[in-house]
């Protein structure tokens, strides 16, 4: 919206400024339709008011170019068409506007009703011209008769513009009234539609010269400059207009722009401060700060008058408290001085009054980058931290705010507020970032733990990193090294213990821990109760592993464990050659008769060996069954055919693989080897 009304406010002053009307068609198609109908209508009010029915169809040609809306176009089209008519004469286009509309709103009454009109005035316009010629030469009224004139001179125009009448008719007008600014325009609009250049260049300086306002004279002079540049090939005489129209209207936009880009070509810069001097002085409202910037910016970048220069950016400033070219004038200005905490100051009353300005890219800066650096380049860390902190705030995205931050909290120790930044830094990335956020809790335990030495607040954030990543084998490691370092037996059991059951664990790991934490349990507290789990594991794992088997044998044997003990050695017999394997299972078979007191599985373990002796001599073996049988009062007969024994069969006899029994006379049975 700012550039349409910045161009639309160029066209009213200057309505022949071909430049800014073709902007004016750009900015149209982005502005907001309410927007852009509002102020060009507007715009096309003021321009009729000043006899300019030209730009008035120029700015509806804009509005219909950019408008998608069907009936608003209607809309447009008729005003368009009336203009066309009623001021510029032009009844072909008037005719193809009205039936425009018609194609978009079937059927509407004011453009039917245009139509009629059009055809009855066709029919009718000679009479009508003749009416206003008799009673002109009649009046003796001279603005009666300039008006009938003019009046029967348009007849012509819109029906017969080739007529000799339309022209002549014209003229009289003037000739009565040379002030007559209708009949001069529509007089204009002949000539230069029949390309008549030197005839059009004497009407427009006889304007230049005679017409009623300042606006009539300066847009007949703008006329003159075109048309001497051009057709006319007479630069002198164009140089000459449009040097005239500053004399009448100094800040006139176009003629200024003209004369000072020519002047600068020149390298004239003295001549291009002084016309945007005189322009300022003659200024509108909202005309100041480009004078003000032009001359500013001569006085310095081609006059090099940087006190000359200084005292217009301070004007600008006071208008525009960050305006990027007045920031890099001050850059220059204050840092050539040696006066940067002048500059600082500046940048930050900036800063206060809301400014970004814009870099050379086109992108936002923020000021609060500036002022953080050259706090730095002054050795001021809390003003750098401030700066950056602000910037912080007006762009929470900013990697270059939070690097720089995080920087100067280490240089400053400021570490509670490196904590900070860092927690909020962790709190902006993904909940799905596990890597991430593990990655800078680690970088928070280093603050946590070389810095504040903090112990509680280092095993929190190792916590919390397992609460994310359960599996997180450094932070396992380095929790489990922070508990030994505090003695916290209970708490280094426990994540030994989680890491010891976790999947993935290499067997020789997961040994090594279990023997830590079966060493806590007994070296640490003396509970061999609870040592026997780990070390029980140990054992299922690494059955040749002799110490482990050692302390849980010792332990079995102080707690009276006997059958867990059995079960023990019954393991490590399985490992064992035979020799040794038989003198192990006698000891289980001893300990589950004399400490376990359980003949049965004493007299089952014997029978076991002797299941596997084959020919090796068992007589021990045989004796202690025999003890035993007899303890339990199961013998009932006699020792028959050398190793096998005569005993009664009880439902809870069971014969060992490798025996077979058979029925005496006498109702025993005798237990011997066979199949």
């Not at 819109?158 to 003037?174: G, M, V």
């Not at 390298?267 to 300022?280: E, G, K, S």
């Not at 050659?577 to 004399?594: D, F, I, T, W």
Request: hydrophobic share 45%; proline share 4%.
């Amino acid at each position: 919206m700012a550039d349409l009304s910045s161009f639309v406010a160029i066209l009213e002053h200057d309505p022949d400024d071909a430049q800014a009307l073709e902007a004016l068609t750009q900015a149209a198609r982005s502005a907001p339709s309410d927007q852009r109908a509002t102020r060009l209508a507007a715009a096309r009010k003021s321009l009729a008011a000043k006899g300019r029915p030209d730009a008035v169809v120029a700015l509806l040609d804009v509005e219909l170019a950019a408008t998608p809306d069907g009936g608003r176009k209607a809309d447009l089209l008729i005003e368009k068409g009336m203009a066309l008519d009623g001021e510029l004469l032009d009844v072909p286009g008037a005719r193809a506007a009205f039936q425009q509309a018609l194609e978009l709103r079937k059927g509407d009454g004011m453009a039917t009703e245009a139509l009629e009109d059009l055809g009855l005035s066709e029919k009718n316009w000679q009479k009508f011209a003749a009416k206003y010629l008799q009673e002109a030469t009649a009046s003796t009224d001279r603005s009666l008769a300039t008006a009938l004139l003019v009046s029967a001179a348009e007849c012509f125009v819109r029906f017969q513009p080739e007529a000799i009448e339309a022209e002549a008719h014209l003229r009289k007008a003037l000739d009565v009234d040379p002030k007559n600014g209708k009949a001069a325009f529509h007089l204009a609009r002949l000539l230069r539609r029949s390309q008549r250049w030197d005839e059009l260049g004497k009407l427009l300086a006889d304007r230049a010269e005679r017409a009623a306002t300042s606006e009539e004279k300066v847009a007949a002079l703008i006329g003159l400059y075109e048309l001497a540049r051009g057709p006319l090939g007479d630069p002198p005489r164009a140089e000459q207009s449009i040097r005239r129209v500053l004399a009448l209207d100094p800040a006139h936009p176009r003629a200024l722009r003209i004369v000072t880009d020519a002047a600068a070509a020149a390298n004239d810069w003295p001549a291009v401060v002084a016309a945007y001097q005189a322009a300022l002085k003659a200024r509108r409202d909202g005309d100041e700060l480009g004078m003000l910037l032009q001359i500013s910016m001569v006085l310095w970048k081609h006059l090099g008058d940087l006190d000359g220069a200084e005292q217009y950016f301070q004007r600008i400033r006071k208008v525009e408290p960050a305006h990027p070219a007045a920031l890099d004038f001050y850059r220059a200005y204050y840092t050539a001085k040696g006066e940067t905490a002048k500059l600082m100051t500046m940048l930050k009353a900036a800063e206060k009054g809301g400014g970004r300005p814009r870099n050379e890219s086109g992108e936002h800066k923020s000021l609060s980058i500036e002022i953080a650096q050259l706090a730095e380049q002054q050795n001021n860390p809390e003003k750098a931290i401030e700066a950056w902190k602000q910037h912080l705030r007006q762009d929470p995205t900013s990697a270059q705010a939070r690097g720089s931050l995080a920087r100067l909290y280490r240089k400053t120790e400021k570490w509670n507020a490196l904590l900070d930044l860092m927690k909020d830094e962790i709190e902006r990335l993904p909940e799905g970032d596990i890597a991430g956020r593990v990655a800078k809790m680690f970088d928070v335990i280093e603050i946590y733990r070389d810095r504040l030495r903090l112990d509680v607040m280092v095993i929190n954030t190792y916590n919390a990193i397992l609460k994310l990543d359960s599996d997180n084998v450094r932070a396992t490691d380095e929790l489990a090294a922070k508990y030994r370092t505090l003695g916290r037996w209970n708490d280094l059991i426990a994540i030994l213990t989680r890491k010891a059951e976790a999947p993935n664990v290499p067997d020789g790991e997961r040994v090594k821990l279990l023997r830590e934490v079966a060493d806590l349990w007994s070296e640490r507290f003396g509970n061999f109760a609870n040592a026997i789990k780990p070390l029980e594991r140990i054992a299922e794992l690494a059955p040749s592993d002799v110490d482990a088997v050692s302390k849980l044998k010792e332990i079995y044997t102080k707690r009276r464990q006997w059958r867990q003990l059995i079960d023990l050695l019954g393991k490590e017999a399985t490992t064992l050659p035979p020799a040794e394997r038989r003198a192990k299972q006698s000891e289980m078979a001893r300990l589950a008769a004399e400490r376990l007191g359980d003949s049965r599985l004493a007299i089952e373990i014997h029978n076991k060996v002797l299941g596997e002796a084959g020919n090796t001599d068992v007589g021990d073996t045989l004796a202690a069954l025999a003890t035993l049988y007899d303890r339990e009062k199961l013998m009932a007969g006699n020792v028959l055919m050398g190793p096998a024994i005569v005993t009664e069969m009880d439902s809870t006899t069971v014969l060992l693989p490798g025996f077979r029994g058979d029925i005496d006379d006498y109702g025993n049975i005798l237990i011997r080897p066979g199949s």
